[in-house]
């Protein structure tokens, strides 16, 4: 089981070999951390994005899945896209929540990576509450079949870590 740390941060700072991408489907940038992925990490990703597009999901990738290209400029080795779910539209957000994690860290595995960031997946713009958000985030990798080593969840903002916190919290009690 993969050690969880909890960071209040920038994703794009992480010196970890992989840093997962809220991305959208079309995987053509977006705001958020997506955009700051995207601007830090340079042209080189969004290239690669284009030919995955091409080659493997021309109609865009489906929510709760996981792809990965270089990161770039980035200090990780590599950007693992996955589309997590806008809240008001799925009637089961927390399955699509929890795919998102399970697949990002299937993809860890494939690569090789044995240290992993996450941000708040979904709870910008795609409007999941945190404090709903982060109980499923967690338990995804806690039961996740998983060589990673260490999974950081780097929350942007005092709200998003304070729900992870308390989510960690209740699990070491
Ligand atoms: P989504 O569309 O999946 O909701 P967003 O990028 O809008 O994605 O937001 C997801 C979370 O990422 C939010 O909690 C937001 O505050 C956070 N966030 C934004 N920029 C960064 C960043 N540079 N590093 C880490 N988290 C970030």
């Given at each position: 089981m993969a050690q969880i740390v909890l960071v209040r941060g920038d994703i794009t700072a992480q010196e970890v070999d992989a840093i997962v991408n809220a991305?959208?489907?079309s995987l053509m940038g977006g705001g958020g951390v997506d955009g700051a992925i995207h601007r830090r990490g340079g042209p080189a990703i969004l290239e690669e994005c284009k030919r995955?597009?091409?080659?493997?999901?021309?109609?865009?990738?489906?929510t709760g899945k996981a792809v990965a290209t270089t990161?770039?400029?980035l200090p990780a080795k590599w950007v693992i896209?996955?589309?997590?779910?806008?809240?008001?539209?799925?009637s089961d957000p927390a399955s699509l929540l929890?795919?998102?994690?399970?697949?990002?860290?299937?993809?860890?595995?494939?690569?090789?990576?044995?240290?992993?960031?996450?941000?708040?997946?979904?709870?910008?713009?795609?409007?999941?509450p945190t404090g709903e958000a982060a109980p499923v985030a967690m338990e995804a990798v806690l039961t996740a079949d998983s060589a990673v080593e260490e999974v950081r969840f780097v929350l942007f903002d005092a709200d998003a870590y304070e729900a992870f916190e308390r989510v960690l919290r209740s699990e070491e009690d």
């Open positions: 991305a959208n489907s995955i597009r091409a080659a493997q999901y021309p109609d865009g990738l489906p990161a770039g400029n896209h996955t589309v997590g779910p806008v809240y008001a539209r799925e929890a795919s998102c994690h399970t697949e990002a860290l299937r993809v860890a595995d494939e690569l090789g990576a044995k240290t992993v960031a996450f941000p708040a997946i979904s709870t910008g713009v795609y409007g999941y």
